[in-house]
């Protein structure tokens, strides 16, 4: 763990944490804690992601991700408290994405469709196939970070919390008084960005294909990566909800988007389509 | 961005037009006026260059080849059994004669351009002429002032003008993406003789003519002509101060004339330069064109941009720089997904997709190249009579830097280059 504590401005005392965990890098930023409670917090976070790294990872063998996997298309199989919400929330929001999110998108076989079962009585869950697999890279990311988010804002009232930049959560307003400016850099113009958020406890997600290469999300309606230029980003108070659909609201075609977002209320969701001439065109969904 | 949003008129903006008018032409807007009409056509020189235009003209709703014209038979013959329809000419001037043709398509050996064009501006057609535009400077002042005192529009093989690839990447250099341009690189290896099959002797300069002097200016004009508009394109039109080079014949040595090895150098006011390099016996490094910026680079030919910048702290770390400083302002964090940690080494970021990377090992044209664009370009400046805005002054530059890049060469030292095109002589 990268521990930062400044007192560089001595009205404003800082801590900075960073981990590399979950394919990405996780930051969080402290201000006016003492230096001992704001190390305290932030490794208490480090732990909570850490755990969820360990369990949500499906390229660990070991997580408890890779054994559902392994298992649950031949067998019931038993699964604790946590898994069994993250499955049903990712049921939940699969049907309320009109199946836009859909963390069963890189199943080795998409043939037969159909979702998971769940026995909340036993806790159990059985794939309706075999050979299907849940990916929770990104949904564990938006979990952990609301979970994390809600931690920080028991013991302070101004934190900031960015799991690779593609997830922010915010706690508070900023210590100079105003809700955190964060920034869509533009792609193209380093130290230029194409749009600010301000973020008043609550979270932005952005979703989309960075020029550098090529789309990695994957359109559950066709099997296919999203390969289309641009962004979108989502604001609202819960960042797993903010990540669920800027990657639903990514893959969905345009017509459908405005039907996804109204079911989801206190969630803005904006286009943003950077351009090699600096420009940057932003349309609300 | 995909070539299809590009060439549908999707990605133009104001921007753009006003950096490259010449682009006003591709506009969904500028199509729509001329749907329906055809440009009506004749080929002059139906070789390799002439039959690949040919190819892309038929499969052009806005063209109609009227009649093909060439002194060889077989090309003639060759051009003809892709064209039916179109009338036969062996000479030039009957074509010329032709009331139905309304605009020409020169590919010709180099030495015959000047007086092709201006023979069909003074018949009155309107005349796309491949590059390079002369074999010498003042061929070059001839055409350009008998174009300027008519009302045809001229146009010359210049296709990376249309290019999206290049169109997006000066967008880029004149957005300040890579700073200041301290640099232009070129350069064009390839490993071949450059010889065309002849049926027999008496053939060799009519077929093989870019080997000669009297009809080339062999590796500069042919090659380098298209490279060294990418500097005045870059450098927003500002033309280098005088140009050094060398060059010899190193392994060809068949009888040629021209070089088969060449570099030369080109200074512009600011100091920056330009420098361009093509050896025909060695292709490994293939086709290279580089802008180079104080703080990134671009990749011409294969539509990359690297960034000089050393690795950016995040967001966040820039939250907590600002709150030492007491300072609240836009911290550009948020973005899609990144790697735990970034390369050592930049992999740079694509700004076009589809990008169709050309390596220069064709002689008669490339797909994606623009190519279509400019000759689909071309005709709708036949059927409206409107000469597309400063394409022609594109053209006069990079074939004068060509031809002085090649005196050079040829003599050694020091070649001053004039500072406007009216100071040709």
């Known amino acids: 763990m990268e521990w930062i504590y400044s007192t560089r401005n001595p009205d404003i005392p800082t801590g900075y944490s960073r981990i590399d965990a979950m394919h990405t890098r996780c930051e969080i930023l402290l201000p006016r804690m003492a230096e001992n409670d704001a190390r305290a917090l932030a490794e208490a976070v480090w732990e909570m992601v850490r755990k969820a790294d360990e369990r949500y990872n499906r390229f660990a063998p070991g997580s408890v991700l890779s054994r559902l996997n392994r298992t649950a298309g031949k067998e019931e199989v038993e699964v604790d408290e946590e898994m069994f919400l993250i499955l049903e929330l990712c049921d939940t929001f699969r049907k309320a994405t009109l199946g836009y999110f859909d963390v069963s998108v890189h199943s080795a076989s998409r043939s037969g469709g159909g979702s998971w079962i769940l026995d909340p009585a036993r806790h159990t869950v059985r794939f309706p196939r075999e050979g299907m697999s849940l990916d929770l890279g990104g949904f564990a990311k938006g979990f952990v970070l609301e979970q994390a988010a809600r931690a920080v804002a028991v013991e302070t009232g101004c934190a900031i919390l960015s799991f690779g930049g593609s997830s922010t959560a915010a706690v508070g307003i900023h210590p100079l008084g105003e809700p955190w400016p964060v920034s869509v850099a533009h792609p193209y113009y380093p130290g230029r960005t194409a749009h600010t958020f301000r973020l008043q406890d609550g979270s932005l997600s952005v979703s989309g294909k960075d020029p550098r290469g090529r789309g990695h999300i994957i359109d559950p309606s066709t099997g296919n990566t999203v390969e289309k230029e641009g962004f979108v980003a989502v604001t609202g108070p819960s960042a797993m909800v903010t990540e669920v659909l800027s990657t639903a609201l990514w893959v969905a075609p345009e017509v459908r988007r405005g039907e996804i977002l109204s079911g989801f209320e206190g969630y803005q969701a904006w286009d943003i389509l950077c351009l090699t001439d600096g420009n940057t065109r932003i349309m609300k969904i | ?425």
Request: net charge negative.
């Open chain 2, 1 to 425: 961005m995909t070539r299809k949003d590009f060439l549908s008129g999707l990605a133009f903006g104001g921007t753009t037009l006003a950096l490259f008018p010449w682009l006003a032409a591709c506009t969904p807007e500028a199509r729509k006026q001329t749907a329906g009409e055809k440009a009506r056509l004749g080929i002059i020189g139906t070789g390799s260059r002439g039959r690949f235009h040919l190819a892309n003209l038929l499969l052009d709703p806005s063209a109609e080849v009227v009649a093909l014209c060439d002194d060889f038979e077989p090309h003639l013959d060759e051009a003809s059994a892709m064209c039916p329809g179109a009338k036969r000419y062996a000479d030039y001037r009957k074509l010329l004669e032709d009331k139905e043709v309304e605009g020409v398509i020169i590919c010709t050996p180099l030495s015959f351009h000047a007086t092709m064009t201006l023979d069909a501006l003074a018949a009155g057609k309107h005349v796309f002429c491949e590059k390079a535009m002369a074999h010498s400077p003042e061929e070059l002042k001839s055409m350009y002032d008998a174009w300027k005192a008519g009302n045809r529009v001229l146009m010359v093989g210049q296709q990376r003008l249309y290019d999206p690839k290049y169109v997006r990447a000066m967008e880029l250099v004149r957005g300040g993406a890579i700073g200041e341009v301290v640099g232009i690189r070129n350069y064009w290896y390839r490993n071949n003789d450059w010889r065309r099959e002849v049926p027999s002797p008496e053939f060799e300069r009519r077929i093989n003519w870019r080997l000669y002097h009297a009809y080339s200016r062999g590796l500069m004009t042919e090659l380098a002509c298209h490279q060294l508009q990418n500097g005045s394109w870059a450098m927003g039109g500002i033309q280098p101060e005088f140009v050094t080079g060398t060059g010899s014949i190193r392994f060809w040595k068949d009888g040629r004339e021209v070089f088969d090895n060449v570099a030369a150098i080109y200074q512009y006011p600011n100091g920056v330069h330009m420098t361009f390099e093509s050896i025909i016996s060695n292709k490994h490094f293939g086709m290279g064109e580089q802008i180079l910026g104080s703080e990134g680079t671009i990749d011409l030919v294969r539509g990359v941009m690297y960034s000089e910048a050393p690795r950016r702290r995040s967001g966040i770390r820039q939250l907590l720089d600002q709150i030492e400083q007491g300072v609240l302002s836009n911290s550009a964090f948020a973005g899609t997904s990144w790697a735990t940690e970034e390369a050592s080494t930049d992999k740079g970021i694509r700004f076009i997709d589809n990008v169709t990377v050309n390596d220069g090992a064709s002689s008669v044209g490339a797909a994606g190249d623009g190519s279509v664009e400019l000759i689909h370009a071309f005709c709708q400046a036949v059927i409206t009579g409107v000469q597309p805005e400063t394409i022609v002054e594109e053209a006069c530059w990079s074939t004068l830097l060509a031809l002085l890049g090649d005196r050079a060469t040829r003599e050694g030292g020091r070649v001053e280059i004039p500072r406007s095109l009216d100071e040709l002589s």
